[in-house]
């Protein structure tokens, strides 16, 4: 093999997502427009745009080594693939997305078992399918190719199955959600003899360590201050932190410098309290990665 990490990108709703994650992460993914091969900063990697419902295929076949897609498009294709890393995010929030059954708010369909030789469009059309045969529920599934709450709404179908993270275009649709079937998320994934691969198991390492990193960080920020040495102990005592705040001792003996990771939202909670401690010259820095032990691969 090559050493070359073909990567794939999931173009449309995550793509714009998926090149600010890697941005964080420290790479710099460049998409001209009506251009299918992306450009990036790093000579052993190269990119192309593929939609997430064909990603796992592509990475099963070996045509890239590594992609990134949804739990529920890796289960649609039934993918023979390795996934490599969580990564929960999406184009609006950090939050996983379900896949649930909805039909209409005066619709007589109240569970499961109530969709017993009814009509469900859907675009995950293998998983619904496999869904409601392991429950013994005779249903018949179409494919929709867009526009599924209208579908149902309409009196075209009886139901649809449609992921959602809030609900909220459901519920706009008249619509009422009635069973989750399936919660996904964005995962890394790899072809199989890739990471049988050293090179380019250790290429896979390094971007899944890092995108990790770059998540890991998303609304957390650093604070840094300087206490008085009478005051240390009252003001530890309100700090939050990942482990333990880390703490240097300044010039001035009776100084010590504190520094901690902490969520943005409690920021302005906790900086008139630590004014209030005793500790004086607050500074709040942004992060772009966070990297744990965790975040890595093992290398056997």
């Known amino acids: 093999m090559s050493n070359i990490l073909k990567i794939g990108i999931p173009k449309g709703s995550l793509e714009n997502a998926t090149v600010e994650l890697f941005k964080k992460a420290g790479w710099n993914i460049k998409i001209?427009?009506?251009?299918?091969?992306?450009?990036?900063?790093?000579?052993?990697?190269?990119?192309?745009?593929?939609?997430?419902?064909?990603?796992?295929?592509?990475?099963e076949s070996g045509i890239f080594d590594v992609g990134l897609t949804g739990l529920d498009w890796i289960l649609e294709n039934d993918a023979d693939v390795k996934i490599i890393s969580d990564l929960v995010y999406s184009k609006t929030s950090t939050r996983k997305a379900r896949w649930v059954?909805?039909?209409?708010?005066?619709?007589?369909?109240?569970?499961?078992?109530?969709?017993?030789?009814?009509?469900?469009?859907?675009?995950?059309?293998?998983?619904?399918?496999?869904?409601?045969?392991?429950?013994?529920?005779?249903?018949?599934?179409e494919f929709s190719w867009g526009a599924t709450e209208a579908k149902v709404a309409g009196g075209l179908v009886d139901a649809i199955v449609e992921v959602t993270e809030?609900?909220?275009t459901i519920e706009a649709h008249g619509l009422k959600i009635i069973h989750t079937l399936l919660e996904t998320n964005t995962k890394l994934i790899a072809?199989?003899?890739?990471?049988?691969?050293?090179?380019?198991?250790?290429?896979?390492?390094?971007?899944?360590?890092?995108?990790?990193?770059a998540l890991n960080a998303e609304n957390m920020v650093g604070l840094k201050m300087n206490v008085p040495e009478e005051n240390l102990e009252d003001v530890i005592s309100i700090l939050p932190s990942?482990?333990?705040?880390?703490?240097?001792?300044?010039?001035?003996?009776?100084?010590?410098?504190?520094?901690?990771?902490?969520?943005?939202?409690?920021?302005r909670r906790i900086v008139p309290e630590l004014?209030?401690?005793?500790?004086?010259?607050?500074?709040?820095?942004?992060?772009?990665?966070?990297v744990n032990k965790d975040d890595m691969l093992e290398h056997s």
């Open 275 to 290: 004014l209030q401690k005793g500790a004086d010259g607050i500074i709040e820095y942004s992060l772009n990665k966070i």
């Open 166 to 168: 809030t609900g909220t």
């Open 32 to 59: 001209r427009p009506r251009n299918y091969f992306p450009s990036i900063d790093d000579e052993e990697i190269s990119c192309s745009l593929v939609r997430a419902q064909e990603m796992a295929r592509y990475v």
């Open 191 to 213: 072809n199989k003899k890739s990471m049988e691969d050293p090179w380019k198991r250790s290429k896979i390492q390094q971007v899944a360590m890092l995108l990790k990193g």
């Open 101 to 141: 059954l909805a039909v209409p708010n005066n619709s007589p369909i109240k569970n499961l078992e109530d969709c017993a030789g009814k009509t469900i469009s859907t675009e995950l059309v293998n998983f619904t399918k496999k869904y409601f045969a392991e429950r013994n529920i005779p249903v018949k599934v």
């Open 242 to 267: 990942l482990t333990a705040p880390t703490i240097s001792q300044l010039y001035n003996k009776k100084w010590f410098s504190v520094e901690t990771v902490v969520h943005e939202s409690v920021v």
